[in-house]
């Protein structure tokens, strides 16, 4: 537990935000198949993958930050913050939490999400400020490198969550006539292939895209990074592959400093006892980039959570949560959804 001064902050809303990977653009609520095959490639196809290259890295300051918003004066408000965390990838040099008054960090049972929780009052403009200052390393995803898999984690993601399910023969619809190898790698990009196939990236105003359902984009055949990567999620649980699901935000590759328009997800599979990463989406945006982001990831981003249908720590009064990377929270056990970012980024020289 600790008590950290109320500093005054400026949030400007983020009108003309830089855009990358799965940033929404409906409001800051928290919102035939074609038959394929694996390339015939050295890194698709066996059992084992070699390393050409050192990883490229990548420090920098990332600002968590903006005001839950549209509250009375006085409201008390229970807040919830997903906290970026060490992974395989990246590291957390420091952190700096500016909230008002007192806040636990606790672990989320069901994935080991640290979560900040805090309790405020609005203040006169019927806001709650919140910021927390990331200092990080993060490297970029490369296949010969992936996280080892546990038996915990294997058995985790194996299962069904409300919107990414395992009964709805998804496979079927999506891989058509082709039969998935028994190579797990080759499997992967086979159901990878199916995916970007099925799939377009687009987000039309007014859509039911961005809730990561796995069900409506196989119907759809369109959405954001959420919609791409669930689906791909479920076809591989249907096949007893696990796969999960993680989330951050997307940091703009030139170096320097800037806004952050919003969240990114992308996904990992088992294959060799290795998490693989894929980010589907973004290899639909720039089809030059198929062949990377199946296995690999950029530096230019950084993780906050894992995982679907979240109870968080302490437990909201609410139902699971979809997925945590904006704040949650909740007036009189009533969750409240409207508030204002605030997410920077800034390249440590």
């Given at each position: 537990?600790?008590?950290?001064?109320?500093?005054?902050?400026?949030?400007?809303?983020?009108?003309?935000?830089?855009?990358?990977?799965?940033?929404?653009?409906?409001?800051?609520?928290?919102?035939?198949?074609?038959?394929?095959?694996?390339?015939?490639?050295?890194?698709?196809?066996t059992d084992t993958l070699e390393s050409s290259r050192e990883a490229a890295a990548r420090e920098f300051k990332f600002t968590y930050a903006g005001a839950i918003t549209e509250l009375e004066a006085g409201d008390e408000v229970s807040i919830w913050l997903p906290v970026a965390g060490d992974t395989h990838e990246q590291q957390i040099l420091d952190r700096e939490i500016d909230v008002p008054g007192e806040y636990t960090i606790g672990e989320e049972k069901a994935y080991g999400n640290q979560?900040?929780?805090?309790?405020?009052?609005?203040?006169?403009?019927?806001?709650?400020?919140?910021?927390?200052?990331?200092?990080?390393?993060?490297?970029?995803?490369?296949?010969?490198?992936?996280?080892?898999?546990?038996?915990?984690?294997?058995?985790?993601?194996?299962?069904?969550?409300?919107?990414?399910?395992?009964?709805?023969?998804?496979?079927?619809?999506?891989?058509?006539?082709?039969?998935?190898?028994?190579?797990?790698?080759?499997?992967?990009?086979?159901?990878?292939?199916?995916?970007?196939?099925?799939?377009?990236?687009?987000?039309?105003?007014?859509?039911?895209?961005?809730?990561?359902?796995?069900?409506?984009?196989?119907?759809?055949?369109?959405?954001?990074?959420?919609?791409?990567?669930?689906?791909?999620?479920?076809?591989?649980?249907?096949?007893?592959?696990?796969?999960?699901?993680?989330?951050?935000?997307?940091?703009?590759?030139?170096?320097?400093?800037?806004?952050?328009?919003?969240?990114?997800?992308?996904?990992?599979?088992?294959?060799?006892?290795?998490?693989?990463?894929?980010?589907?989406?973004?290899?639909?945006?720039?089809?030059?980039?198929?062949?990377?982001?199946?296995?690999?990831?950029?530096?230019?981003?950084?993780?906050?959570?894992?995982?679907?249908?979240?109870?968080?720590?302490?437990?909201?009064?609410?139902?699971?949560?979809?997925?945590?990377?904006?704040?949650?929270?909740?007036?009189?056990?009533?969750?409240?959804?409207?508030?204002?970012?605030?997410?920077?980024?800034?390249?440590?020289?």
């Open positions: 537990t600790g008590t950290m001064k109320h500093l005054k902050i400026l949030l400007a809303t983020l009108s003309s935000a830089y855009i990358l990977g799965c940033v929404p653009d409906q409001n800051d609520s928290l919102p035939e198949p074609t038959p394929t095959v694996a390339p015939d490639t050295a890194n698709t196809t979560i900040l929780h805090f309790t405020a009052k609005a203040n006169a403009q019927g806001e709650v400020p919140f910021q927390v200052i990331y200092h990080l390393t993060r490297s970029e995803a490369l296949q010969a490198d992936g996280e080892k898999i546990t038996e915990a984690q294997a058995a985790a993601f194996t299962l069904p969550s409300k919107l990414v399910p395992v009964d709805q023969n998804l496979s079927g619809q999506i891989l058509g006539d082709t039969t998935l190898a028994n190579n797990s790698l080759t499997a992967g990009r086979q159901i990878y292939d199916a995916v970007n196939n099925r799939m377009k990236y687009d987000k039309p105003e007014g859509g039911d895209w961005g809730r990561g359902d796995s069900v409506w984009a196989c119907g759809n055949g369109f959405g954001n990074c959420t919609d791409f990567h669930s689906l791909f999620i479920s076809i591989c649980r249907e096949q007893k592959i696990p796969a999960r699901f993680e989330i951050g935000f997307p940091i703009a590759s030139e170096r320097g400093e800037g806004e952050v328009g919003g969240y990114h997800c992308w996904a990992k599979f088992a294959a060799n006892e290795t998490w693989v990463p894929v980010d589907i989406s973004e290899a639909d945006k720039d089809p030059s980039l198929n062949d990377y982001y199946y296995g690999n990831l950029t530096e230019n981003r950084i993780t906050f959570s894992v995982g679907r249908d979240l109870t968080l720590t302490p437990e909201q009064q609410g139902d699971p949560v979809n997925f945590l990377v904006y704040p949650y929270a909740e007036v009189a056990g009533t969750p409240h959804t409207t508030f204002r970012k605030g997410f920077r980024y800034e390249d440590i020289q």
